[in-house]
Each structure stands twice: as structure tokens, then as C-alpha cells.
């Protein structure tokens, strides 16, 4: 584990600490903190107790790197904090103290943790879709009539703009950005099952604890514990996923148009970015490569938490203690990669004199479907796709435009004028329903603002 060495290459700070050993050791406290509030406003613990519990309640009084080593002999750190955190206590009140971690099991606060700390990395991960999403929305409008070749399989096929293809990474992003929001929202729940996910040790008393938990930590009440129904963990991976591939979608996009034989964009510029170790002409997009690289991985960790659900009966031997650092790595990775994406669409250098240079160097042929088209008005279906057909394998086998080749066919020429041909061979003239998609996905940005 080299975290210290290859983690800021894709993670920034923020989205580090966020999912830091701290971050978790203060999650688990809010949710010791909070269990007191709850039993004691439940009637099971002194009030007094509960705020004494609470004060202690401080990360700054334990080390995660020391809990983690005490945990290994557990299996999970909560063991030890909460003897760590019973020591602070007995210091005020030796009856406080015996009411730390009362009735609750470790996989409640490792759970309620999880909770806590993806609330938090979510909430960032959100900001940076936001500014992604603002900054696609304004490329759409500036460039919704901008021409460049669109591509499939690689390979030049119509024309497009790049209005069009920014609009399509805005309503993907909106997609996954309303699906990482409810999740948010309203798929995370604090965990509060005790030893056997029936909190007997609590009496009568149970649900009510369960109740003021949830309360307390502004989290979703669970219907009942799920210590093995880990479909809001998988459901946190999903929404990680489904950001993380539009993430990588817009990154791959950005690497291919800025190949040096396309030159159709280029990442902003920053001092000591996007240099070679060898080759000093070279401007990497290493914003685009980095978040890619991020975006692959969030995948196969959205996977571990996919395999974690399957779980054996009331309490799992192994499944949920695998999820903590895949949880964890997601939320950083998924985090990292929107920050470089922002970073990326925000400041995009894009080139349109490239994207029409581009867009012409077939000599017509990406328009051969419109002269087809437009030919078919005269003649039979089949005849007009075989002339055009010839013509076009003429003009790329004689490196000839295609205009040349259709004005020197006679059969084309007794159906269509010079005038005629010219036009179908305009690009501007067969973008389709391009602008008016890119004027539909604005209209769904703005409507759908969160």
C-alpha cells in the first residue's frame, strides 16, 4: 500500500482527508456521540451520562494509526476505540463510562460511520458535478454551431458540432448527478441492530433508540437493521460508478481530440503540466489521464461492494469488513477524478478552426450519404447509393475530393445541377437535429438545477 506516494497523483487533499483514517475515527465518535443522545433520551442511560460520553466524544484524544494496529486483534477498530474512549470517560465519571457502547455491536458504528463519511465525500463529489456540468453547459452554447467530424468506431462519419458533443457529456453528467443526490438524500441510514440485528439487550426500547439515532445524525430511520442487506452500500458504488464512467467518457474524449494529429482541443495550461521526462515539446492531457486512470478503478471497487452483499445469515463473516477501504478509495477516486474533469472543462482550449479542417479532410466524403440522399429524389434508391458509392472509392483511391469525381459521373450530372451538388456537399447543411438537441439539453440543465 503506497498511498502516500501515488494518492495525491489522483486524489487532491481534499477528497484524502475526507476519507482519511481521521475522518472515519471522527465518524465513528459522531456515532458513539449520538448513540448516548439516543439512549438517554430513550430513558436508558442518564442525560449526564450522555453529555459526558459526548465530550469525550473528541478525535483529537485518539490515534487512528494506534486503533487501527489494537483492531487487527479484533478485526475492526471499534473494539478498541470504544475501550479507548471508556478510559476518557471513567477520567470525569466511572457511571458515564459504564454506559459507553451500550447494546450496540461494531458493525452498528462501522456501519453508521460509512454513512457519515459518504454524506460528507458525496456532498464534495456533488460540488465538483456541479462545476462540470455548468462548464459543459456553457461550451454547448458557445459551440452549438460549431462543425467538427463526428466519429464512430474511430473513423470520420458525419458531421457534427461540438455544441453536441458537450451537450451530450452535460445531460450524461445530470444523469449521474441525479442519481449520486438521491442517494445522498435518501438512501443513507444510520445501522442500530445490536449483536444479532434485534437490539433485545435494549427491551422495549428499541425502536424508539433506533428513532432518536437517526434523528440525532439527520440520517435515514431503516425500516429494520440491515447488517447483511447491503443494498445502500452497493447503491453508494452504483452512484459512483455511473459518475465515474461519465467522468471517464469526457476524459477519453479529451485525450483523442487532443492528439496532435487531431488538435481539436487542448486542456488548460499549467505551469510544470503536461510535460515529458523526455520530450519537452510534448503538452500531455494529464488532467484527462489522470481521471480516466481514477475513473477504471472506481469500477472495480464498485464491484467489492457488489460482492459484499452476498452475506451469511444474520451477521456476515468477512463481507462487510471488506467494504471500509473500497468505500473509501471510491469516494476519493470518484472525488479526484471531478476535480480534474472540472479543472478540465472549465479552462478547455478548443480549436474550431481545427474541428472544419478536420471536418474537410476527407474531401467530401463524410457528406457522400447527403449527395445519395438528395440524388435518390431523382432516382432509384439503389442506383443513386451505387453511383455515389463509385464515386467516393474513386476519389479515395485517386486522392481526389469527392465533388470532382460526382461532377465527372453523367448519370449524376442528368439529375443534378453543379449548384445542387455543392450544396449537398456543405456541412452545415446536414448537421440534422443538432442544434436543436443542444438547445434541449440546456433547456434541461437550467430546469434541473439542484
Not at 429494520?224 to 447491503?230: I, K, L, M, Y
Amino acid at each position: 500500500m503506497a498511498k502516500e506516494l501515488f494518492g495525491p497523483i489522483f486524489v487532491p487533499d481534499e477528497f484524502r482527508e475526507a476519507v482519511s483514517g481521521r475522518a472515519w475515527l471522527r465518524a465513528v465518535l459522531d456515532a458513539e456521540g449520538a448513540l448516548a443522545i439516543a439512549q438517554a433520551r430513550a430513558g436508558l442511560i442518564p442525560q449526564q451520562a450522555a453529555e459526558i460520553i459526548v465530550s469525550c466524544c473528541d478525535v483529537d484524544r485518539f490515534d487512528p494509526e494506534e486503533i487501527g494496529r489494537k483492531g487487527r486483534a479484533k478485526g475492526n477498530p471499534v473494539p478498541p476505540l470504544v475501550r479507548a474512549l471508556t478510559e476518557a470517560v471513567s477520567g470525569v465519571s466511572e457511571d458515564a463510562a459504564s454506559q459507553v457502547h451500550k447494546g450496540a455491536t461494531s458493525q452498528d458504528i462501522m456501519d453508521t460511520a460509512a454513512m457519515l463519511v459518504s454524506r460528507h465525500a458525496l456532498g464534495l463529489i456533488l460540488t465538483e458535478v456541479e462545476g462540470i456540468s455548468a462548464a459543459c453547459a456553457r461550451l454547448a452554447d458557445t459551440h452549438r454551431d460549431t462543425m467538427m467530424p463526428g466519429r464512430t468506431l474511430l473513423q470520420q462519419a458525419l458531421p457534427t458540432t461540438f455544441g453536441l458533443k458537450a451537450a451530450g457529456w452535460l445531460v450524461s453528467m445530470l444523469e449521474a448527478r441525479d442519481r449520486m443526490f438521491a442517494v445522498r438524500e435518501w438512501g443513507l441510514a444510520v445501522q442500530l441492530g445490536g449483536a444479532a440485528g434485534t437490539l433485545a439487550s435494549f427491551g422495549p426500547a428499541g425502536a424508539r433508540v433506533l428513532s432518536e439515532f437517526a434523528r440525532e445524525l439527520d440520517l435515514v430511520e431503516p425500516v429494520v437493521p440491515w447488517h447483511t442487506d447491503r443494498v445502500r452500500i452497493s447503491d453508494i458504488g452504483g452512484a459512483l460508478s455511473l459518475v465515474a464512467g461519465v467522468l471517464g467518457k469526457i476524459s477519453q474524449d479529451v485525450i483523442l481530440m487532443a492528439q496532435t494529429e487531431v488538435g481539436e482541443v487542448a486542456e488548460p495550461a499549467g505551469e510544470g503540466r503536461g510535460g515529458s521526462s523526455t520530450l519537452p515539446h510534448k503538452r500531455n492531457p494529464i488532467l484527462s489521464v489522470t481521471a480516466a486512470a481514477g475513473a477504471r478503478r472506481v469500477f472495480d471497487l464498485a464491484h467489492t461492494l457488489q460482492a459484499a452483499m452476498v452475506g451469511e445469515h444474520e451477521r456476515a463473516a468477512g463481507a462487510w469488513h471488506s467494504e471500509w477501504d473500497a468505500l473509501s478509495d471510491a469516494l476519493a477516486l470518484a472525488g479526484g477524478a471531478a476535480a480534474a474533469v472540472r479543472e478540465v472543462t472549465e479552462g478547455l482550449e478548443v480549436y474550431p478552426e481545427k474541428m472544419l479542417e478536420n471536418l474537410n479532410a476527407t474531401g467530401g466524403l463524410l457528406l457522400a450519404e447527403n449527395v445519395t440522399t438528395v440524388a435518390a429524389q431523382h432516382l432509384r434508391r439503389l442506383e443513386a447509393h451505387d453511383l455515389v458509392e463509385e464515386a467516393s472509392h474513386r476519389a479515395l483511391e485517386g486522392g481526389k475530393p469527392l465533388r470532382e469525381e460526382l461532377l465527372s459521373e453523367p448519370r449524376l450530372g442528368e439529375v443534378l445541377s453543379e449548384e445542387e451538388i455543392d450544396a449537398a456537399l456543405d456541412p452545415a447543411g446536414y448537421l440534422g437535429s443538432a442544434g436543436e438537441f443542444v438547445d434541449r439539453a440546456l433547456k434541461l440543465y437550467r430546469e434541473e438545477e439542484i
